[in-house]
Nanobody, 115 residues
């Protein structure tokens, strides 16, 4: 079992920055992928960024060059640094971890970008 707790969401003006954190607990040693997803009102949940192992990353086209995902194994935490935020980035952001083929989710943190 893996437990995920997100933090760092909030209200920010367009062009601003936020850093989301996701702390993992439980069977963290078996986690091989950690990722961030988001769900905007009325839309489906979509993948934002993922980190495979310690260094391999991939990003949605809509956030490339603006968002950076990173992982601190000593703290069992994954981060999402979000810069140059746009109103279309407004969503609930969810942390995801894949461990032994099982997907785990946090409860989400709301990011609101005002224009």
């Amino acid at each position: 079992q893996v437990q995920l707790v997100e933090s760092g969401g909030g209200l920010v003006q367009a062009g601003g920055s936020l850093r989301l954190s996701c702390a993992a607990a439980g069977s963290v040693s078996a986690i091989n992928v950690m990722a961030w997803y988001r769900q905007a009102p009325g839309k489906q949940r979509e993948s934002v960024a993922a980190i495979i192992g310690d260094f391999s990353t991939n990003y949605a086209d809509s956030v490339k060059g603006r968002f950076t995902i990173s992982r601190d194994n000593r703290k069992n935490t994954v981060y999402l640094q979000m810069n140059s935020l746009k109103s279309e980035d407004t969503a609930v952001y969810y942390c995801n971890a894949i461990s032994r083929g099982v997907y785990y989710w946090g409860k989400g943190t709301l990011v609101t970008v005002s224009s």
